[in-house]
């Protein structure tokens, strides 16, 4: 499957946790991007509540930049 390279910008508390599954994945020989792909791909084929959830993180940090 063709992949499309981008880059993100995220919160420092993502990054470490994000970090944490790099490292607690050391067997697998995981990079940052391997693992965001694995991330995306678990969330769009679960239920469609994932997506809801989503809607409304984004709602509240928006409430939060715009305060």
Same mark, same amino acid.
């Given at each position: 499957?063709? !992949? &499309? #390279?981008?880059?993100? &910008?995220?919160? %420092? #508390? /993502?990054? !470490? =946790?994000?970090? !944490?599954?790099? @490292? %607690?994945? =050391? $067997? /697998?020989? /995981?990079? +940052? *991007? %391997?693992?965001? @792909?694995?991330?995306? &791909?678990?969330?769009?084929? *679960?239920?469609?509540?994932?997506? %809801?959830?989503? +809607? @409304?993180?984004?709602? #509240?940090? =928006? !409430?939060?930049? $715009? *305060?």
């Amino acid at each position: 499957m063709p !992949k &499309t #390279k981008f880059g993100v &910008t995220i919160d %420092e #508390k /993502l990054t !470490k =946790e994000l970090d !944490k599954i790099v @490292e %607690e994945s =050391e $067997y /697998l020989d /995981l990079s +940052r *991007s %391997e693992a965001v @792909e694995a991330i995306l &791909t678990a969330f769009f084929k *679960s239920n469609s509540k994932n997506m %809801e959830k989503a +809607r @409304e993180l984004v709602i #509240k940090k =928006e !409430k939060i930049n $715009y *305060s």
